[in-house]
């Protein structure tokens, strides 16, 4: 167990929809970083918080948004689902005063039908 | 361009035997390297990473890597490899001063009996 939490496990949803996910970094950790995992696309770094405010961005399509909140989860915003977005996405988090050492969590899995 | 490549997208050994996965990076600037482990409806979990000082590194599992700045590589190795390593395995690469991570494609370690 990383101790990173992210909800839900499972996702599914139609085309043109909107889902959140969400993740819970581990205790003390300030950074929290979206991965998406497919098939096609290999794992996809999207996008990185670091106490609140958006730090680096990948990947991400500009229909998808996240935040980092006050008590630092964050969420990330997926809109206008296309079968495509279907994949596995990572939340990881580190605390960003040791280097580089990301935990990640369990994933959420979208299926977009 | 920063990129990482494991050229092996499937690797099949018997129970007992060395194996080796194969991970080169291309880079103009220091790099710090991780292997990752993905098992079966799993999250990443850090197998083992180089940040600086001796370039062979060791994981609790009997895993081990060597950073070849030459050669651009770092490898990962193991003696006698057991059912229970099935998985899929990620090499990854943080440039210097980012926290951001960029992921090999994985490779598919299949152990048979």
């Known amino acids: 167990d990383s101790g990173v939490t992210q909800t839900p496990k499972h996702l599914i949803t139609a085309t043109g929809q909107r889902v959140t996910l969400r993740c819970s970094p581990r205790?003390?950790?300030?950074?929290v970083y979206w991965y998406q995992q497919s098939l096609d696309q290999g794992l996809q770094f999207l996008i990185q918080?670091?106490?609140?405010?958006?730090?680096a961005k990948g990947n991400i399509l500009e229909r998808f948004s996240a935040q980092q909140f006050p008590d630092l989860h964050s969420e990330l915003n997926l809109s206008s689902l296309e079968l495509g977005d279907s994949a596995l996405y990572f939340c990881?988090?580190?605390?960003?005063?040791?280097?580089?050492?990301?935990?990640f969590g369990p994933g959420t899995r979208l299926t977009v039908t | 361009a920063q990129s990482v490549t494991q050229l092996d997208s499937q690797v099949p050994v018997f129970e007992e035997a060395p194996v080796e996965l194969r991970c080169n990076y291309s880079?103009?600037?220091?790099?710090?390297l991780f292997w990752y482990v993905q098992y079966p409806n799993q999250g990443l979990q850090l197998l083992l990473k180089?940040?600086?000082?001796?370039?062979l590194v060791e994981s609790i599992n009997g895993f081990e890597a060597e950073f070849n700045k030459s050669q651009t590589s770092f490898h990962l190795r193991k003696p006698s490899v057991h059912i229970s390593d099935t998985a899929e395995y990620f090499c990854?690469?943080?440039?210097?001063?980012?926290?951001?991570?960029?992921f090999g494609t994985g490779t598919r370690l299949q152990v048979f009996p």
């Open positions: 990881a988090s580190s605390v960003s005063g040791t280097p580089y050492e990301q935990y």
């Open positions: 205790s003390g950790d300030l950074s």
């Open positions: 918080y670091y106490n609140g405010e958006e730090r």
């Open positions: 880079s103009s600037v220091s790099v710090y």
């Open positions: 180089y940040l600086s000082g001796s370039t």
């Open positions: 990854a690469v943080s440039f210097y001063n980012t926290d951001k991570l960029i």
